[in-house]
Structures are given as structure tokens and as C-alpha cells.
């Protein structure tokens, strides 16, 4: 069965340094997809980042960047020059073209010191 | 604008009463899905479907009913609740062509207690 692995239940990190949030999956199939979402204190999920498992550049988004590593199934987020306002609960997800079923990882809490 | 609605936002009901949460999107999209948030155990799938009339069972399907007899409606339905579907609902809906993977956007979420 398909899962997905966020090793860091809450990170803390100064304001202005970079944080990789961890994300590994375990998968056999080819084809999938890796998203991260972002869900503040507000409860909403914001969609950050999409990178494809035959997307041969990584994924990049303005300060979100997508360090995919497909050999090692990881799919790391980088936030650069972390601010306030990223201070959330971070989750990666993955969709398996071969039926469209998405799996949640657990999550990672991010909390921005000032 | 284009947004997924769920209703309601909050429902406290009893054990054994059922129960519907809607959910409609405004966008087209063929995707629709419906997740449960759990502490510590972050979101997972209940059912999707990628169109009208179809439906698939996600991790945790036991419990729960959905429909998809229009494009923009997916209601969860929960025929006899328990104490153990307490928990944050959140319906999401995206474009859906092969492998072109497209983003889920999510509604606000309905905060369900069964008593």
C-alpha cells in the first residue's frame, strides 16, 4: 500500500533562515504526482507546490521550492527566507495516476520565531 | 468566485441520526473528494469520484455514503453515525484529464461531534 512519511511532527525556525520541511512516500507505480498544502491556524488548505514523478526539473514557486529526489521516493519543501506568516501545519500528499487515490502524510507543524 | 461550499459548517448531532454534509463546486471539475482531519493523523480520503456516477472508496470508506449524480454536488452522507466519525471534513474538488494532475481546492471544512 501506497504511504506517505513526514518524519518532523513540528519544526521550530527563525525568521528570515530556510526550512525543509521532510516528505518521503513508498510507492511501486510510475505515475504519480506530489503536492504540498499549507493549513493555517484558520484551518483552510492553501495548495503551495505540484511536482510530477516524470517532471525531470524540480518544482519551484516564487519561496517554495520542491527538492525531489526520485530515486530516494523523497519530496522535500524548502520555504526560503521564512517569515511569520508561514508558520502553519505543512502536509504532503501524493496522487497515483493509477486509480487517482491521494494519501495525506501526517503532517508537519512549522512554527516562524521571531 | 470560484469556490467549494460545504454545509453545514458545524453539526453537533446524536449517535445513530443520520446525517448529510453537502458539497457543491462552481468550477466544472470532475474530481471531487472528501477527506477526514484527525489530530495526528492528518487528512485522509473517505471516497472520490472522478465524474458523474462514479465513485471510489478512499482509505476509510467504513461508515460513510456519497453520490455524485451532478458534476458540482458530492454529499457525504452518514447513515447511522458513532462517536468515532467525530472530526473535521473537509470536501476538495480539481480538474481531472489522465495524469495531468491539477491542485484540490478545498472548502472551509465542517466540524462534525456525534454525542
Known amino acids: 500500500a501506497q504511504k506517505i512519511t513526514q518524519t518532523q511532527p513540528g519544526m521550530f525556525v527563525q525568521e528570515k533562515e530556510a526550512v525543509t520541511l521532510d516528505c518521503t512516500y513508498d510507492?511501486?507505480?510510475?505515475?504519480?504526482?506530489l503536492f504540498w498544502y499549507k493549513q493555517p491556524s484558520s484551518g483552510e488548505m492553501i495548495f503551495l507546490i505540484y511536482?510530477?514523478?516524470?517532471?525531470?526539473q524540480n518544482a519551484t514557486e516564487g519561496r517554495y521550492s520542491l527538492n525531489f529526489q526520485k530515486a530516494r521516493k523523497s519530496a522535500n519543501l524548502v520555504i526560503s527566507a521564512s517569515q511569520l506568516g508561514d508558520s502553519a501545519m505543512y502536509f504532503c500528499a501524493i496522487i497515483m495516476n493509477r486509480d487517482d487515490k491521494i494519501i495525506f502524510g501526517k503532517g508537519t507543524r512549522l512554527h516562524i520565531l521571531p | 468566485e470560484a469556490q467549494v461550499t460545504q454545509n453545514p459548517r458545524y453539526l453537533i448531532t446524536v449517535t445513530g441520526k443520520k446525517l448529510t454534509v453537502t458539497c457543491s463546486q462552481n468550477?466544472?471539475?470532475?474530481?471531487m473528494s472528501w477527506y477526514r482531519q484527525d489530530p495526528g493523523l492528518g487528512l485522509r480520503q473517505i471516497y472520490y469520484?472522478?465524474?458523474?456516477?462514479?465513485?471510489d472508496k478512499g482509505d476509510v470508506p467504513e461508515g460513510y455514503k456519497v453520490s455524485r449524480k451532478e458534476k458540482r454536488n458530492f454529499p457525504l452522507i452518514l447513515e447511522s453515525p458513532s462517536p468515532n466519525q467525530t472530526s473535521l471534513y473537509f470536501c476538495?474538488?480539481?480538474?481531472?484529464?489522465?495524469?495531468?494532475?491539477?491542485?484540490?481546492?478545498f472548502g472551509d471544512g465542517t466540524r462534525l461531534s456525534i454525542l
Open positions: 476538495a474538488s480539481s480538474f481531472h484529464q489522465d495524469s495531468n494532475n491539477q491542485p484540490q481546492h
Open positions: 511536482q510530477g514523478s516524470y517532471d525531470e
Open positions: 510507492t511501486s507505480d510510475q505515475s504519480y504526482g
Open positions: 469520484s472522478m465524474n458523474v456516477e462514479v465513485t
Open positions: 468550477m466544472n471539475h470532475e474530481y
